[in-house]
């Protein structure tokens, strides 16, 4: 569904030229989970910043199979929530379908259904200020599936909530990825979130960052405990770490 080619980033710092990103292939397949892992400032964010048409690439090309405006294309979902304060959820939600000019009451039912998918009905009317950090999370995951993009971006949505909390969200996440066949590029930091969400990781060395090694991961879907305490899934998270180191 998206094939990334060649794709680096230099940025001019004072007059010098820093590599944030080395030429990188990646395809990625419609439907298909893929985290993204490697250390800091390797260039996931940058990366994932070009795909989404955040970020101009200095060159390389990337084409996705089914053409549409990149505002249509793809959903980012932030590390911090990104909600407007003055905004009640369900309003947050809304926002990209007021602006596209959607007709009111669709955008209503919407945002409604997608507030249920992400477990915060009965928080419609709260501001953003009342609710906990994993529940703007859930609003800002709402708000990116708001206009049903083709692709998520999700810049390690979930790396500033405690333990308990993130791993209730990846589950929910694989349930709402699993209703909405979503094609997800997930970057993370944490071994175990990549093994347990995904198809397929993609390890990337450090800065200049490129991808080190690609893990195909097939435990069987829905995945749950079970899948936590299978060797292989250990197997798995040691590869990963030392691909890390
Ligand atoms: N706007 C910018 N101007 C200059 N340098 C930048 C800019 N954005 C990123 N960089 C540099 O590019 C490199 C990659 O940054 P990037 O944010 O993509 O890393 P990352 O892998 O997402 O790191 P982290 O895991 O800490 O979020 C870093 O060295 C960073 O300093
Ligand atoms: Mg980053």
């Known amino acids: 569904m998206i094939q990334i080619r060649g794709v680096h980033k230099e940025f001019a710092v004072d007059g010098a030229k820093v590599t944030a990103l080395s030429p990188t292939d990646l395809d990625v397949r419609r439907g298909e989970f893929v985290s993204i892992i490697g250390p800091s400032g390797c260039g996931k964010s940058t990366l994932l910043r070009i795909v989404a048409g955040l970020e101009t690439a200095s ?3 990337i084409a996705m199979t089914e053409a549409r405006s990149p505002a249509q294309r793809v959903g980012f979902v932030f590390q911090e929530p990104v909600l407007l304060p003055w905004l009640t959820a369900l309003e947050n939600v809304r926002f990209p379908l007021d602006t596209a000019g959607v007709a009111r009451q669709e955008a209503e039912d919407v945002a409604s259904r997608l507030l249920r998918l992400v477990g915060l009905a009965g928080f419609e009317n709260a501001l953003p200020r009342t609710l906990s950090g994993g529940m ?5 995951i709402a708000r990116a599936l708001s206009y049903d993009p083709l692709l998520l971006l999700m810049d390690e949505p979930f790396g500033a909530l405690d333990l308990i909390t993130r791993d209730r969200l990846n589950d929910e996440l694989l349930a709402i990825w699993s209703e909405t066949r979503k ?9 175990e979130e990549a093994a347990y969400l995904s198809d397929r990781v993609i390890v990337m060395s450090p800065r200049p960052g490129a991808i080190r090694s690609i893990y195909e991961v097939d435990f069987p879907r829905p995945r749950g405990e079970a899948t936590k305490l299978d060797p292989a899934f250990h197997h798995l998270m040691a590869n990963l770490r030392r691909d890390l180191q």
Do not use: A, L
Request: charged share 10%; aromatic share 6%; net charge positive.
């Open 59 to 61: 060159g390389g090309t």
């Open 136 to 140: 703007r999370q859930r609003v800002s």
């Open 183 to 191: 094609t997800v590029i997930f970057v993370t930091h944490s071994v």
